[in-house]
């Protein structure tokens, strides 16, 4: 796994940020115009405009969960961006489906610009921001919001799209099933509800805690860790070494022990409910070819050769075994609802910490090809946050992605404003927590069909 180089490491939590904005902020947040609304399909909308509006609507698109309206990705955020002059506006989206809401999203999101225009007034510039799944909206709304939009700035985004993210999900769900839980092999999808989703991933979170405790089981996690595109830096560690197999081993059990199946699993069977059926396979699918593609390849082979196992014996157990098939229905369904990267029509700057479990930055590497392939390669830039967790930003570095933005839509080109070290300068020049963005390039993004 390519490891960051720092250009500066001033690592500050959101909450020192929150406090250094002191009571100006908050003074400025308390004087904030609320409008709030309802959009034809239900969706509710708000918007915050400050005292002193400086013209520019920042459109946001949340991330997975409940389907409630919000406007930022955090309350310091909010207060920052108030006080700085921006109006902020976002939709909850649909709330009478799945909280995969990727069916209205868009829409609604495009209806709250709409709506704001029609109650409160006319932005002399919109730019969209989404954070984790609405990393994903906010790539289809900078495809093809040209005309309503002028620019757009991505955090943690989901950006590789939901037939991906379903697809390495379930390679790594039925390579801890097939060693730790086999009973669980062949159910892993088409699941009857939450609450089945919820037991499978307990089931498959307590055999991984068995198996860490033995060589051959920590070989074996590993393996499936590579299929997940799993970070190997977990909160509180120092980025183990190259070489350090069995610490990278470590630090990749440490988020799977932190809970993370139990997240993962559930969410992919609302993906599931959204598409109606299921949306992942892996018929036909090479284990050893897909391990190969991996930048965990040679810790994999390291930890399996130190257990005494034959990886290719599990390798080819793993691909005899692989017959579990996706609704072509649901797929389609998905690939038209859930994707993004089929063009770029407004600059888009997308911002990734290096070390996210949930969303691997490695679907930037997924996101850059589809946008290489279109052709508007110009209009994206992708920055990296040395740092471990989703969406784990500080607000002087979300602020300074923003500036990067509106650099690029005065100047008509990027410049190096999206660079590491630029972001960096500009960020501590902002006294809002401190800032890690580091020269980084992402590994290839394994379990793409």
């Not at 007034?121 to 309503?148: C, F, H, K, Y």
């Not at 092999?185 to 805690?209: F, P, Y």
């Not at 070989?219 to 560690?237: C, F, H, K, S, V």
């Not at 570095?397 to 410049?415: M, P, S, T």
Request: hydrophobic content about 40%.
């Amino acid at each position: 796994m390519p490891r960051p180089r720092l250009s500066t490491l001033a690592a500050c939590t959101t909450a020192l940020a929150t406090a250094l904005l002191g009571s100006a902020t908050g003074a400025q947040a308390a004087t904030a115009e609320h409008h709030s609304g309802t959009l034809s399909d239900g969706a509710t909308w708000i918007a915050d405009i400050p005292a002193q509006w400086n013209g520019t609507l920042l459109l946001f698109s949340h991330g997975f969960g409940p389907t409630a309206a919000s406007d930022a990705p955090s309350a310091a955020a909010q207060e920052a961006l108030l006080d700085a002059g921006y109006a902020l506006a976002g939709s909850s989206y649909d709330p009478h489906g799945s909280m995969w809401a990727l069916d209205s999203a868009e829409r609604d999101q495009f209806g709250a610009l709409a709506a704001f225009r029609g109650q409160v007034g006319t932005p002399t510039r919109v730019i969209s921001v989404g954070q984790s799944m609405g990393g994903l909206i906010n790539a289809q709304i900078a495809r093809d919001g040209a005309g309503r939009v002028n620019g757009s700035l991505g955090l943690c985004g989901l950006v590789a799209g939901g037939v991906d993210l379903d697809n390495y999900q379930l390679d790594a769900e039925y390579t801890l099933a097939t060693f730790f839980d086999p009973a669980d092999a062949d159910n892993l999808v088409n699941l009857g509800g939450q609450a089945d989703a919820a037991a499978l991933a307990d089931r498959l979170s307590k055999a991984v805690e068995t198996a860490q405790q033995t060589p051959a089981g920590r070989a074996r996690i590993a393996l499936a860790a590579a299929y997940l595109n799993l970070a190997d830096w977990a909160p509180g560690q120092q980025p183990p070494e190259r070489h350090d197999f069995a610490g990278q081993e470590q630090q990749q059990y440490a988020w799977l022990a932190q809970g993370l199946l139990r997240f993962i699993v559930p969410a992919r069977w609302s993906v599931e409910q959204s598409a109606g059926g299921n949306t992942s396979w892996n018929t036909g699918v090479d284990y050893a070819g897909l391990l190969h593609k991996s930048a965990h390849a040679k810790q994999v082979a390291a930890l399996y050769r130190e257990a005494g196992l034959n990886l290719r014996t599990d390798l080819n157990r793993l691909t005899r075994g692989a017959d579990i098939t996706a609704d072509p229905a649901a797929v389609a369904h998905l690939k038209r609802t859930s994707t993004a990267g089929q063009g770029v029509a407004v600059p888009l700057l997308d911002i990734h910490t290096t070390a996210d479990q949930l969303v691997p930055v490695e679907q930037e590497s997924a996101f850059a090809e589809r946008v290489r392939t279109a052709g508007d390669s110009a209009r994206l830039r992708q920055a990296y946050v040395a740092r471990q967790g989703h969406c784990n930003f500080t607000t002087a570095e979300v602020i300074a992605g923003l500036h990067a933005v509106e650099h690029r839509l005065a100047a008509g080109h990027w410049d190096d404003a999206a660079t590491a070290d630029e972001l960096q300068h500009s960020a501590a020049e902002l006294n809002l927590g401190g800032a890690a963005f580091t020269d980084y390039r992402p590994s290839r993004q394994t379990g793409t069909r």
